[in-house]
Nanobody, 122 residues
Framework: QVQLVESGGGLVQAGGSLRLSCAASGRTFSNYAMGWFRQAPGKEREFVSAINWSRNTIVYGASVKGRFTISRDNAKNTVYLQMNSLKPEDTAVYYC???????????????WGQGTQVTVSS
């Protein structure tokens, strides 16, 4: 089992920045690819970004590419999502997930956190 806890969400004005963190415990963190997804009210959970254990494979969703940066610190069992130039449409609950590969599909991830709310005001 892997337990994931997200933090760092909050309310920010459009154009601002936030950094989300996801702390993992349980099985060896470095064995897993990590992903970030988000879900806005009434919408499907959407892929945001993913990174493999060695950090040499990184994937971004089209809507966040160039604004968000994913990173991980295997020594701290933590993955980060730096979000810059935030827009109101980025408002959602953000979830981190652990899986075997840095995939864009939700079904490829085995463990999920509870989520952290990000609200971007216009």
């Amino acid at each position: 089992q892997v337990q994931l806890v997200e933090s760092g969400g909050g309310l920010v004005q459009a154009g601002g920045s936030l950094r989300l963190s996801c702390a993992a415990s349980g099985r060896t963190f470095s064995n897993y690819a990590m992903g970030w997804f988000r879900q806005a009210p009434g919408k499907e959970r959407e892929f945001v970004s993913a990174i493999n254990w060695s950090r040499n494979t990184i994937v971004y969703g089209a809507s966040v590419k160039g604004r968000f940066t994913i990173s991980r610190d295997n020594a701290k069992n933590t993955v980060y999502l730096q979000m810059n130039s935030l827009k109101p449409e980025d408002t959602a609950v953000y979830y981190c997930a652990a899986g075997g590969q840095p995939a864009t599909q939700k079904a490829r991830y085995d463990y999920w956190g509870q989520g952290t709310q990000v609200t971007v005001s216009s």
